[in-house]
Every structure is written in C-alpha cells, then in structure tokens.
C-alpha cells in the first residue's frame, strides 16, 4: 500500500485484499473516522453508521455522485465562455532563417490570444502582468497551421489567470503536435474606476481542476522572486572555471547585446500600453543575438523562465533591451534579458520593465543538441551571473520536474531539499485538488448520509470519503492540520515528531503509527503536510500530505517504512456549525 492514508494507492492483482485491508482501518493514521472521537464533532449515532461502513465489506456500485450528473449533462456541447482560439498559416514573413517560426512571433500570437480571452472574461481592457515558465516541444515549419486556445482559469480581485495550448498541424499530412503550454497572469484596467472581477464558475473536470489548482499558482508567483533570490543565496554551486579548457571558451562580452526599439502605435493597444507579446518577441530577438554569437550558429529556443513585467511602457517610449550568454552547458546555454525603458534622450533615469532568462539549444542534421564552447565570464559581476545561471539551471530542472510532470511519474517520496521546497509544497496542495476535481468516483458505499467512493486510473487505487460534520469549518481544519497532538484523539497515530516547520502553512513530521492487521511491526511516515486556508468564497480549507526523504530520518530495521503519494482533506463551510468534509 502506498501510505496511511484515504489517498493514492498503487493498483495491483492483489487489490481485493487491498481494498478488504483499507475497509478494515488497516491503511492507518489519516482516516478521518477518528475525528469522531473528538467530542462534539458529531452525534453518536453518525460514529455508529461510520463504523459500520469500515466493518463489513460493501459491495461497489457503479454510481457516480448526483451533483456530477447534471455537471456532465451540461458538458455536452458545452464551450468555456472565455475561451478565444487563433488559427494562423505559417508564411515565410514569419519564420526564421531555418523556416521555422519565429518564437518571437509565437509568442505575440500567443500574447494577443491570451488578452482577448482576459477581456472577454473582464469586460475592460487588460495587460500582460506575468508569464509562466513555457517549454517549447516542438518546432513548427512553413506552411503549417498553427493553432492556439486561451481561457481564463479564474479570476482573483482585479487579475486573471489565462491558460494557454498551442498546437501546430500540417494540412497535407493531417497530424498534429503539441507545440506548448503556457499561463499568463493578466491586470484588468479602468481608468476611472477600481475593477472588480466576476467570478470564474468551473464546470468540466478540466474546469474545476485548473481554478482549484490556480490559487495555489497564485501564491507561488506571488513570492516567486524572494523565492528565487533565497535560493540563489543558499545553493551551492561548485567553481569549476579553473577546470575548463580556455581554448574551447568564448569570453562572456563578446556575446554582450544592447538594441534599442521605438514604441509606435502598432505595438501597443487602444490605452496606449505596449503589448506584452511585443516586448517579448524584441527579447527574444536580442537574446537569439546573443545565444548565436557564442555557438557562432543558429540556435533553437528550449524555454523561457517565468518573468514578471514591473512596469508599463507606452507609445513613444524607448526600450533598450541588454542580453548577455550568462554560462553554457554541455548542451544548453542560458541568455539573461533585460528592458529599461526611458521617454526622453535627456532623461537620466531609466524605468526597469522586466527581465527574463531564455535557454538556448543548438541542433544537428539529426535534431540533437550540439556540445556548445564553454563560456569565459567576466571578473566580478559577470562571475556573479555564471554562478546564478548554475543554480537556475538546477532549480529550474526541479521546478519542471515537480511541477510539470503527471503525478504518476512522481516518486512516492521525492527528496526534500532548500531548491525544491516550494515546488513540493504546489506539488502536494495542486496534486489533492486534482483528485477532488475528477467526476469519474464511484460511490462504493452509503451509510448514515457517510459516503464512501473509489476512483481505479492507470496503477492507482483512490479512495474519497464525503460527509457532513456539525462542527465549524475553522475549528475542523485546525483539530485536522495539528498533526503534532494528533495521538491524544487518533489511534492510528502513537506518535508524532515535528521534524522541520518550514514556514507558516507547510511542516515535515515523523510519524510512528501502531501495529495494524497483518503487519509485523509499526509503520513510520516522513510526512510533508502542507495547510492552506480559502483564498476566496467558496474555496475550501485544505490538508493536504505526501511522503519526503530526510537525510536525518532514513529507514530503519525497528520500522516499516510507508509512503503517502497524496492524501488529505478538504473541508467547506456549509452553514454556521456546518462542515462538508472530503478524505482522499
């Protein structure tokens, strides 16, 4: 079984026992029956038809919950309100000199894309605030479609945001490739009055999981720079410059480029403002520049690194973009931009509107990445930028590792570390909200208005829990996140150490729970448990937990190790002293 808890369990020919040992209170210390035995969370008669849901085997039945009938009865036919779609052919004004469209174009047309979705949603004119990492998986050709599709995911109090696919297709051969995805974060704009955004109501199970899983977003790039600066002051980077060979390496000046662009009323909106994929696609220009003056090639952008705009520019303002090679890899480089902005030839102060970080690939005949030379930084502060640029790259790799991939393909138990501590915290809240969005449980069991459903997808047994607790919301979540006196009312819990309170919301425990069913010995859990309470009306309060490895608390010969994928609670406020209540 794969941890404690009503979660994720791996699916197996042996998931009838499974399942007989999961009924019988085997999987341990999450189960959130034992909340009944704090009193006044609910009436006797309640623990005695929750007990009995646990006691007896109960035949599944093939009956999805009522409230997702008439969500799917709905989904027929049914378009997103917001979504915007874009078809363009590819012409040879657009590409590049291997005829390949220009990112830079790509990203004007995704830019726009994304606007008229945020506008649509807003009623108002909008602005591009920031931009989420973006891969690019796939080049696209002369002659070939390109397709993109934005909606808005949801909308906070005057900022939105907007998910973005882009595919590519070729009209002779039919197929079809995933070119990228992106999410952009955009600022609603009056000038007359303070914009206050209507609400996004999720209807699909794609719906619900990208506006449950938005929040979360939010609150990562909203620290994202103290996050990044932390990082960059705590990550060890070796020195390897005295290592390299000088004769394979390109001095770090030479690469160095400063261009300078008018904004004219084709490159902003009807307010004035430069548009955001403009100012994109002129770094991305500046950047290839740079990335080519080292690899003396035509290279291939891989990704572009999430970059916030600080500031406004607009129609007849003067950017200045400056890109720099900050070190190359083996096989990649990473090329770091900046956009000062400035009015006047005479002004002396220039207004910083972003920077971002671009990696850069360079391919063969057969599409391979190329080795690329080593590059020669400056004493000072271009060392200070070879060194950052490696500590980007490894936190980049765990961000994409982390965030991006499918939950199957995380480990159960991911190593904790200072560079991926936030990404693991996202990872554990986005990946319980993606379980609560699914429509497709099936209700196994009812007893005593205690529903029990059970989820079966890829190698994965899940299990759900739903029922209704006289008890208020804070009260429940507060009693369910204090995992530390947890013993004094669980049984599954005979010990709890805290290992690590990492910040306010997030904290890594060791538990110890009690020999259970046919086990030999006690269980023990390293557990992240990540809290966070309704970032608006109608958001729930979350638990969510998931395993972590800790150098100080490895496996033992006195334990049997478990591990947790994702497991939790989510509890909503139905009415004063009224509490819905779902375990996964």
Known sequence: ???????????????????????????????????????????????????????????????PRAEDEGAMAEGEGYRNPTEVQMSQLVLPCHTNQRGELSIGQLLKWIDTTACLSAERHAGCPCVTASMDDIYFEHTISVGQVVNVKAKVNRAFNSSMEVGIQVTSEDL????????????????????????????????????????????????????????????????AIQDDLDSKDYSYMVPAEKTRVESVELVLPPHANHQGNT???????????????AAS??????????????????????????????????????????????????????????????????????????????KLPWIQPQPGEGERRYRE???????????????????????????????????????????????????????????????????????????HLEMVVHVDAAQAFLLLSDLHRRPEWDKHYRSVELVQQVDEDDA?????????????????????????????????????????????HRETQEYQRGEILCSGFCLWREADQLTKMESH
């Open 293 to 370: 003056r080292l690899c003396r090639a035509h290279p291939t952008l891989k990704a572009i690194e999430m970059f916030h705009f600080r500031g406004p520019s607009h129609v007849g303002d003067r950017l200045v973009f400056k890109a720099i090679v900050n070190n190359a890899f083996k096989h990649s480089m990473e090329v770091g931009v900046c956009v000062e902005a400035y009015r006047q030839e005479a002004e002396t102060q220039r207004r910083h509107i972003n920077s971002a970080f671009m990696t850069f690939v360079v391919l063969d005949a057969d599409d391979q990445p190329r």
């Open 172 to 235: 002779c051969s039919e197929k079809q490739w995933s070119v990228c995805k992106a999410l952009a974060t955009f600022v609603a704009h009056r000038e007359l009055s303070k914009v206050k955004l209507k609400q996004v109501i999720p209807r699909t199970e794609e719906e619900k999981t990208e506006h449950g899983v938005a929040a979360e977003r939010r609150r990562m790039r909203l620290v994202y720079a103290d996050t990044i600066k932390d990082l960059l002051a705590r990550c």
């Open 1 to 63: 079984m794969a941890g404690p808890g009503m979660g994720r369990l791996p699916w197996s020919p042996r998931k009838e026992v499974e399942y007989e040992r999961m009924c019988l209170g085997v999987a341990g210390p999450l189960y959130p029956h034992s909340l009944y035995s704090s009193p006044g969370l609910c009436s006797p008669s309640l623990l005695q038809g929750f007990a009995s849901v646990f006691s007896s085997r109960t035949s599944r039945k093939s009956i």
């Open 275 to 289: 548009f955001g994929g403009q100012i994109m696609a002129w770094m991305e220009n500046v950047a290839t520049i």
């Open 389 to 463: 640029a490696s500590a980007r790259k490894k936190i980049r790799l765990d961000r994409k590792y982390i965030v991006s991939c499918k939950q199957a393909e995380v480990p159960l138990s991911v190593p904790w570390d200072p560079s991926n501590q936030v990404y693991l915290s996202y990872n554990n809240v986005s990946s319980l909200k993606m379980l609560v969005a699914k429509d497709n449980w099936t209700l196994s069991s009812e007893i005593s208005q205690v529903r029990l459903y059970t989820l079966e997808e890829d190698k994965f047994l899940s299990f």
């Open 508 to 552: 890594i425990y060791h538990v110890i729970s009690p020999v259970l069913g046919g086990d030999t010995k006690p269980r023990d859990f390293v557990i992240l448990a990540s809290r966070r309470k309704p970032c608006d009306n109608g958001d729930p309060y979350v638990l969510a937990m998931r395993s972590v490895t800790l150098p100080t």
